[in-house]
């Protein structure tokens, strides 16, 4: 079945840097790769995500890239806020039901 | 609407206890999910109704019934459940389950099992 490995395991960064976080997958028939964050208490939302027809996607400070080849995607958030602070999860899948998830990404950006 | 209401948004119960979890969406979707959270850890699915018929059970004890009444309502029904059953219960939808389409969360439901 997938695999899938997510990095960093936490992260912390200023206000107005960047952050990047990586996921790499195994199975090749994979297609579908999304991003979620998860604010505390509440749950998962869809921030992003990037099919693999496509080798990049922007939307404003948030963007995903995509390597088919070495079956690793990546997140990454620029000019990063306070409210940014959450964890974030990568998947892949080819179904809906079929989505394998990351172990997540604690990321905390300090003022 | 893009909203999957979940209910109650937190739930005591003890071990002979039976509850249920509703879950309730408006998008038209037609596949329905369960998913068990536990903390600092990612969702894991349990189930999947695709058009209201149950298609996938993750080998999910039968202390967990699911329920799907109608395309837009799905019930977790828990009867004689564990202390390491508590976790944030997630409902989603999609589409349909066959596509690789955006699941939409609820915010969960935090079951604690006394």
């Known amino acids: 079945g997938e695999n899938v490995e997510q990095h960093p395991s936490t992260l912390s960064v200023q206000e107005g840097d960047s952050a990047v976080i990586k996921c790499t997958y195994s199975?090749?028939?994979?297609?579908?790769f999304p991003w979620y964050k998860q604010e505390l208490g509440k749950g998962p939302q869809l921030i992003i995500d990037i099919r693999s027809n496509v080798g990049e996607k922007k939307d404003q400070r948030i963007a995903v890239t995509l390597n088919k080849t070495a079956k690793h995607f990546s997140l990454h958030i620029t000019e990063t806020q306070p409210e940014d602070s959450a964890v974030y999860f990568c998947a892949a899948g080819n179904s809906g039901y079929a989505l394998n998830f990351g172990k997540g990404t604690s990321l905390l950006v300090t003022p | 609407d893009t909203e999957v209401t979940q209910t109650p948004k937190h739930l005591v119960m003890g071990m002979t206890n039976k509850k249920s979890l509703k879950c309730e969406q408006h998008?038209?979707?037609?596949?329905m999910y369960w998913y068990k959270q536990k903390a600092k850890k990612p969702p894991e699915l349990m189930f999947v109704?695709?058009?209201?018929?149950?298609?996938i059970n993750e080998s999910v004890p039968s202390r967990f019934s699911p329920e799907c009444p109608n395309s837009s309502l799905l019930n977790l029904h828990l009867h004689a459940l564990q202390p390491e059953d508590s976790a944030l219960y997630l409902c989603?939808?999609?589409?349909?389950?066959?596509?690789?389409?955006?699941?939409?969360f609820g915010e969960g439901s935090r079951l604690t099992v006394l």
């Open positions: 199975d090749s028939a994979s297609n579908y």
């Open positions: 989603a939808s999609s589409q349909w389950d066959r596509d690789t389409g955006e699941l939409f």
């Open positions: 109704y695709s058009y209201e018929k149950l298609s």
């Open positions: 998008m038209g979707h037609r596949a």
